[in-house]
């Protein structure tokens, strides 16, 4: 039973990990959405426009390393409290 939970442990810090690092993605993405909207609040604006103008390969890039840096911060707090 004890080996059992020593070969899950590595597991479920990188699931954990990966759920971190999705759910700031999200957070950013999310916010680029709303900004979207507002700032471009004209006639013929769609989500599908919304999403082509939001999902590019530098916004994809900021939000991985910003991603990763919450997720540094994250850890350290936790394993420091």
């Given at each position: 039973?004890?080996?059992?939970?020593?070969?899950?442990?590595p597991?479920?810090?990188?699931?954990?990990?990966?759920?971190e690092?999705?759910?700031?993605?999200?957070?950013f993405?999310?916010?680029?959405?709303?900004?979207?909207?507002?700032?471009?609040?004209?006639?013929?604006?769609?989500?599908?426009?919304?999403?082509?103008?939001?999902?590019?390969?530098?916004?994809?890039?900021?939000?991985?390393?910003?991603?990763?840096?919450?997720?540094?911060?994250?850890?350290?707090?936790?394993?420091?409290?």
């Amino acid at each position: 039973m004890l080996a059992d939970l020593k070969n899950r442990w590595p597991l479920a810090r990188i699931a954990r990990a990966l759920i971190e690092v999705a759910f700031i993605v999200f957070l950013f993405y999310s916010n680029l959405l709303m900004g979207e909207f507002t700032a471009t609040n004209g006639r013929g604006k769609t989500l599908m426009f919304a999403f082509r103008d939001i999902f590019t390969v530098t916004n994809f890039s900021i939000a991985m390393i910003a991603a990763l840096i919450g997720h540094g911060v994250f850890h350290y707090l936790r394993k420091k409290l």
